[in-house]
Each structure stands twice: as C-alpha cells, then as structure tokens.
C-alpha cells in the first residue's frame, strides 16, 4: 500500500515561507509525476505544482509563480514545496499527490493523480 505524508504546515504571517514536505513509502512505489494541491473552505481543490519523476521538469499555477518552489529527492521519496512571500489567499488545506500513470504533460487536474496524503494545513495572517 502506497502511503504519501505531509509535514511542515503551519501558521505564518503574509510575507513569510514555510516549506512543505511530502515523504513517500509503500511496497512498488513509483510515480511519474508528483504534484501539490490545495484546498480552502468552501472551494474546490486547485492545482499548486507539479514535477516529472524523470528529467524533474516542473509547472505552476500562475497564482504562485514566482513564489513556490517544487523539488524532489529521489533518494528519499521526498517532494518539497517552498512556499515564499506568503499571503493569505494561500490559506489551505494543502496536499501531496503522486501519479502512477505514464504521462506526457504536466499533470494538472485532480483526476490525473493515483496517490493522496492526508493534507496540512497552512494558515496566512494578514
């Protein structure tokens, strides 16, 4: 059973960081692709980042552009999410998602993902 753990949630002030980690274990685990989303009261769940298992190419929404950062350590069965110059829109229920499926392009969307943690939360004061 493929398991995806979040950490590093927290309560920060706008302008702040906080990096999320997401750690992977389970018997066969191997993805594709790995992505963040997030998910605040009352909304549906949007798409953060994404990175390829291979080559590590990566894509964002244009709402943290320039702000968030993915990165993977293969050797770990880690993906980061740095998160900087936070504000508090990026408050969220936020989640770990990995893809076990062969995949072309960025995987953007809910349904394109096999794996799911559990979420942290991050709170943004203003």
């Known amino acids: 059973q493929v398991q995806l753990v979040e950490s590093g949630g927290g309560l920060v002030q706008a302008g702040g960081s906080l990096r999320l980690s997401c750690a992977a274990s389970g018997r066969s685990f191997s993805t594709t692709a790995m992505g963040w989303f997030r998910q605040a009261p009352g909304k549906e769940r949007e798409f953060v980042a994404t990175?390829?298992?291979?080559?590590?190419?990566?894509y964002y929404a244009d709402s943290v552009k320039g702000r968030f950062t993915i990165s993977r350590d293969n050797a770990k069965n880690t993906v980061y999410l740095q998160m900087n110059s936070l504000k508090p829109e990026d408050t969220a229920i936020y989640y770990c998602?990995?893809?076990?499926?062969?995949?072309?392009?960025?995987?953007?969307?809910?349904?394109?993902?096999?794996?799911w943690g559990q979420g942290t939360q991050v709170t943004v004061s203003s």
């Open positions: 990175i390829r298992q291979t080559g590590g190419s990566t």
């Open positions: 998602a990995g893809r076990a499926r062969p995949t072309l392009l960025h995987a953007r969307t809910v349904s394109e993902y096999d794996y």
